[in-house]
T-cell receptor
């Protein structure tokens, strides 16, 4: 149990376009989902926390207008990278938790974004 | 500042050997400490989770220890296998604003050679 999927696994896009990444909890309801970014040989950096039906909470330094997060249901959260630029190229990972007072986050397999 | 530091940055061992990875943290208020395994190009997978009162926890060939007084943890891998080649990430959780917020270490890259 506690499987989290992401789609797509890899995406290549042109500079200036927008890219949407989906994160789904397959066998549980995720009241809270998290989005992380990971650059090569670095650790995961939390971008934002989202709860179903409410606005996401962004970490300091993360542009909320550039990284749009929607948590429309208890099993789906989306991250849209708007007007992507080469510096947005990274590995994006989501995680999901069953409740607000979290004792376990289940991670998705990640999405590799390359912006040309 | 809440930080998690891991050592060594990278490690190469021969198949069948044991190894120990270290994690030091300065995180407050401490909630729990987790070790994750992350294969290249994949998301992290949980190995162990320990609360303040737990000193050791095992998961197969993986054994984690926690010293909450010195704020140190270790992950011991026994009888390493080629499939153990991955990054091992120490993550400390603090309870803040109604959530458990995860503070990630940079990871130790382990390579197991035949």
């Amino acid at each position: 149990g506690a499987v989290v999927s992401q789609h797509p696994s890899r995406v290549i896009c042109k500079s200036g376009t927008s890219v949407k990444i989906e994160c789904r909890s397959l066998d549980f309801q995720a009241t809270t989902m998290f989005w992380y970014r990971q650059f090569p040989k670095q650790s995961l950096m939390l971008m934002a926390t989202s709860n179903e039906g409410s606005k996401a909470t962004y970490e300091q330094g993360v542009e909320k207008d550039k990284f749009l997060i929607n948590h429309a249901s208890l099993t789906l959260s989306t991250l849209t990278v708007t007007s992507a630029h080469p510096e947005d190229s990274s590995f994006y990972i989501c995680s999901a938790s069953r409740d607000r007072v979290i004792d376990e986050q289940f991670f998705g397999p990640g999405t590799r974004l390359t912006v040309l | 500042k809440n930080q998690v530091e891991q050592s060594p940055q990278s490690l190469i061992i021969l198949e069948g050997k044991n190894c120990t990875l270290q994690c030091n943290y300065t995180v407050s208020p401490f909630s729990n400490l987790r070790w994750y395994k992350q294969d290249t190009g994949r998301g992290p997978v949980s190995l162990t989770i320990m609360t303040f009162s737990e000193n050791t926890k095992s998961n197969g060939r993986y054994t984690a220890t926690l010293d909450a007084d010195t704020k140190q943890s270790s992950l011991h891998i026994t009888a390493s296998q080629l499939s153990d080649s991955a990054s091992y990430i120490c993550v400390v959780s603090l309870f803040s604003g109604g959530y458990n917020k995860l503070i990630f270490g940079a990871g130790t890259r382990l390579a197991v050679h035949p």
